[in-house]
């Protein structure tokens, strides 16, 4: 299980492709009294569509890339706070369609799947860290309670219901 930001790019695989280039790295975000390392960005490209995940070094459960590390073990505030350093990464990026920090966020990243799925929730603000390109308003029913991400992307804030 990952606590995890992942970025759903879409066709726009160069655009996945500088943020997964992001200098300088490696980042450590704050967390509590810790300083958590972030893995370098894996990049997957599958059927013309990018996906870019980055990962905390030691914060989930079973994680592969953290090989023998020691785990850190997060209170909630600590995993906010790192969160949030996750959400400033996400803010440098461009290009992107759909993105979440959380527990394993893929599976609502996917558009096709909001609009089909998920469009009571878009619409009630029950989707809390989501962030989503802007021009998806036109396709997708978000309420009231969506507000600026950065330029030319929204989303709901933890704590926006």
Known sequence: MCFELVVNFGGDVAAARA???IEPWPFTLPSGDHRIPLHRPVL???DGSAWLSVLPAAVGY????DGSLPRFELT???LAELGGGLYGLLARFEGYLAAMVGWDPEPLLDVD?????????????ALPGLVL???LRTRLPLGPEWVPFRPGHVWLPYGSR
């Open 133 to 135: 390109a802007e021009h």
């Open 62 to 65: 079973g994680v592969a890339m």
């Open 19 to 21: 943020a997964a280039g």
């Open 76 to 78: 909630e505030a600590e």
């Open 44 to 46: 997957s490209v599958t």
């Open 113 to 125: 799947d909001l609009a089909a799925d998920w469009a009571g929730e878009l619409a009630d603000g």
